[in-house]
């Protein structure tokens, strides 16, 4: 009888085994989670850690073996991660039954006193899932540093607006700032001293009518001000609130700096500004200032004039995925000893247009009044043609003046497109591709070679001695651009 129970408990037990097997989903598994991403929302003003947790759900009818679960830096995370109670960086084989979850704790320690080259002010890390072939993924956020976080650290993707009614709010806590989602100055003048640092944290975010954006943007509003005061010791910059040294030369971190067409006056002096989409936009009628300023390492253009009024002397534009300058739909600019560096892209230098297409074939547009005059510049690049000139009619005036300047140009000046050209720019240098005029453009060092064509050429300007390094220009020859050769 005995040999009859041990045999059906055979049978029994195999069965069991069997379906227990078969209760597990095989191929792709697409698992759901509480959150897409975990926030650590503490601002660490010293060193300490956080826990935070998260969901994994399992929504089908079998149970599911997960493969693995991991950190995707490693042993270079700052996140431990717990995973149903088992510890480690890698967490193999999780099982998770039909219609259940698990939990998932996630730990992070900061040294806020560490640098944030080593410690960013945000420190993101993708927590890898992977189940039956598919890989899924939860972010990870925590804020590493002690900062003036504005509006706040959880405003990605936000829109935040400062007022003063019409006074002023200087920035001038030794605290770097970073800024999250947009921020528009309104009502407003923002005052930034000599050294204060501006980080923004872009992304893409998602508008209520559903449009796609790269936030992380200053705007100037409506009668707002941004004066930016920095000095040659101690410029203003404003860069992507990522330090680590595989950014540094990473454009399009952040959307960039905006000045609507309400605000009051705005003005650079002695900043930096590099790695975003676009450096600065000017909109219709406002006014722009610009002096010893650098728009560097951009994924669009660097400086954009629609219609707007902006004057810039010993400016450098290098660098830039777009054109260096770019004035569009008329407007009023004066520019002097600037320098643009347009190399390794297929746009212009410099782009010139009185009016605004509206459809792809520009048969309907709008136009207005430009007028652009520059003095001691270098437009200067890879391509044959480093300046672009656009108008559809001459019903408004299409005005450019260029003195002692070095340009490059081939095709523009061909008979059915502007052959009059250098009636313009006038006296100009159009340079080749064999002359000498940088120290070292793959190293993107923009003073004159010994042997620079810029040495000498320029026309006294009495109200500007210096460049933008401060150094003093020679009274009666000095170079032509940003630099002056010492």
């Given amino acids: 009888m005995w040999r009859f129970v041990g045999f059906f408990l055979g049978i029994g037990l195999l069965a069991f085994f069997s379906c227990s097997k078969e209760q597990f989903a095989t191929g792709p598994v697409t698992l759901r989670f509480s959150t897409d991403t975990l926030t650590f929302d503490t601002v660490f003003t010293q060193v300490g850690s956080a826990t935070r947790y998260f969901k994994i759900y399992n929504d089908l009818d079998k149970s599911v073996r997960i493969d693995k679960i991991y950190m995707q830096k490693g042993t270079a995370s700052k996140f431990n991660i717990n995973v149903d109670g088992t510890p480690g960086g890698v967490v193999e084989q999780v099982e998770i039954g039909p219609h259940d979850s698990i939990y998932v704790f996630a730990e992070v320690t900061i040294d806020p006193d560490q640098p944030p080259s080593v410690s960013p002010f945000v420190i993101s890390e993708p927590l890898i899932i992977e189940t039956g072939g598919t890989s899924q993924q939860v972010i990870l956020e925590a804020w590493g540093q002690n900062a003036n976080y504005i509006p706040s650290h959880t405003a990605a993707g936000g829109v935040a607006v400062l007022s003063c009614n019409l006074g002023t709010e200087t920035w001038d806590d030794p605290k770097p700032y970073v800024i999250y989602g947009v921020l528009v100055i309104q009502d407003c003048t923002l005052q930034l001293p000599p050294g204060t640092r501006i980080y923004v944290h872009g992304g893409v975010a998602l508008s209520p009518d559903t449009v796609v954006y790269s936030d992380g943007l200053l705007y100037v509003g409506e009668n ?14 404003f860069q992507g609130d990522r330090l680590e040294s595989e950014f540094d030369d990473v454009p399009g971190q952040w959307a960039g700096i905006r000045v609507g067409e309400k605000s009051r006056p705005v003005s650079f002096q002695h900043a930096q500004i590099v790695n975003s989409i676009v450096g600065i936009r000017a909109d219709s009628a406002t006014s722009l200032s610009l002096d010893k300023v650098q728009i560097r390492n951009t994924t669009s253009s660097a400086l954009i004039g629609v219609h707007a009024n902006i004057q810039a002397q010993n400016c450098l534009f290098a660098d830039n995925g777009g054109y260096g300058i770019q004035l569009e739909y008329g407007g009023n ?15 212009s230098a410099l782009k010139i247009a009185n009016a605004l297409c509206l459809n792809a074939n520009c048969d309907q547009f709008i136009q207005a009044p430009i007028h652009v005059q520059m003095k001691n510049c270098i437009l200067a690049g890879s391509q044959k043609d480093e300046i672009e000139l656009f108008y559809r009619t001459d019903q408004v005036p299409f005005d450019y003046q260029m003195r002692h300047c070095i340009v490059r140009v081939a095709d523009l000046t061909k008979p059915n497109f502007f052959p009059d050209f250098f009636d313009h720019c006038n006296p100009c240098t159009n340079m080749t591709g064999t002359d000498k005029l940088f120290a070292n453009v793959d190293e993107q060092d923009y003073h004159p070679d010994t042997l620079s064509i810029a040495e000498g050429r320029a026309m006294p300007v009495p109200a500007i001695p210096d460049d933008i390094e401060e150094q003093l220009r020679d009274p009666n020859a000095p170079d032509i651009g940003c630099y002056e050769r010492q």
Avoid: R
């Fill in 333 to 347: 600019y004066d520019f002097t000893y600037c320098t643009v560096a347009n190399y390794g892209n297929e746009a």
């Fill in 224 to 237: 707002g001000s941004l004066q930016v005061e920095g000095t040659l010791d101690n410029p203003v910059v």
